[in-house]
T-cell receptor
Framework: AQTVTQSQPEMSVQEAETVTLSCTYDTSENNYYLFWYKQPPSRQMILVIRQEAYKQQNATENRFSVNFQKAAKSFSLKISDSQLGDTAMYFCAFTTSISNFGNEKLTFGTGTRLTIIP | DAGVTQSPTHLIKTRGQQVTLRCSPKSGHDTVSWYQQALGQGPQFIFQYYEEEERQRGNFPDRFSGHQFPNYSSELNVNALLLGDSALYLC???????????????FGPGTRLTVL
């Protein structure tokens, strides 16, 4: 069974600073996808960034980047120049690509509550 | 594009009752997945519907059932409600018929169910 672990229940950082959220996962699969989702108080889950396991290059989306360590099964999210709008719950998630359907279920961690302090 | 919509926004029920939650997928999407998010937890996969059939199911009892309609909208039904069923229920839609290895799931705002 696949598991996703987020060991930081809460974090806070000053506006404009950089923060890193940690995530580890466990799987026996070789092909899979990892995600970071943001859930603001509005409750809508929003995809922040995605990493394909077969890609060695770390994914980057504007101020968001990941450090993907496949051997260590580690997938951390770095937020640079943090903004007040980054305040939210952040969930690490995992899915396999074992079929050609492309819509396998997502397995989520327990989340990290991130607060950006003005 | 309205995105994924869910109704109702909030719902209060008592133990033993039955509830139906509704989801309309994003335009162009034909696959709907349901997740349960208990307070302070990450979402847990309940089941997924594609072509009006349950395609995958998570570790949830038979009290949880669903349906997908020809227009791809979906319902989640929970019978014999327990206090532990209190949670945010999220619906996610995706395009099931592409050549991509992964089709992004887009989430709705959820339905907050409280069981008293």
């Amino acid at each position: 069974a696949q598991t996703v672990t987020q060991s930081q229940p809460e974090m806070s950082v000053q506006e404009a600073e950089t923060v890193t959220l940690s995530c580890t996962y466990d799987t026996s699969e070789n092909n899979y996808y990892l995600f970071w989702y943001k859930q603001p108080p509005s409750r809508q889950m929003i995809l922040v960034i995605r990493q394909e396991a077969y890609k060695q290059q770390n994914a980057t989306e504007n101020r968001f980047s990941v450090n993907f360590q496949k051997a260590a099964k580690s997938f951390s999210l770095k937020i640079s120049d943090s903004q007040l709008g980054d305040t939210a719950m952040y969930f690490c998630a995992f899915t396999t690509s074992i079929s050609n359907f492309g819509n396998e279920k997502l397995t989520f961690g327990t989340g990290t509550r991130l607060t950006i302090i003005p | 594009d309205a995105g994924v919509t869910q109704s109702p926004t909030h719902l209060i029920k008592t133990r033993g009752q039955q509830v139906t939650l509704r989801c309309s997928p994003k335009s162009g999407h034909d696959t709907v997945s349901w997740y349960q998010q208990a307070l302070g937890q990450g979402p847990q996969f309940i089941f997924q519907y594609y072509e009006e059939e349950e395609r995958q199911r998570g570790n949830f009892p038979d009290r949880f059932s669903g349906h997908q309609f020809p227009n791809y909208s979906s319902e989640l039904n929970v019978n014999a409600l327990l206090l532990g069923d209190s949670a945010l229920y999220l619906c996610a839609s995706s395009a099931g018929t592409t050549n991509l290895l992964y089709n992004e799931q887009f989430f709705g705002p959820g339905t907050r169910l409280t069981v008293l």
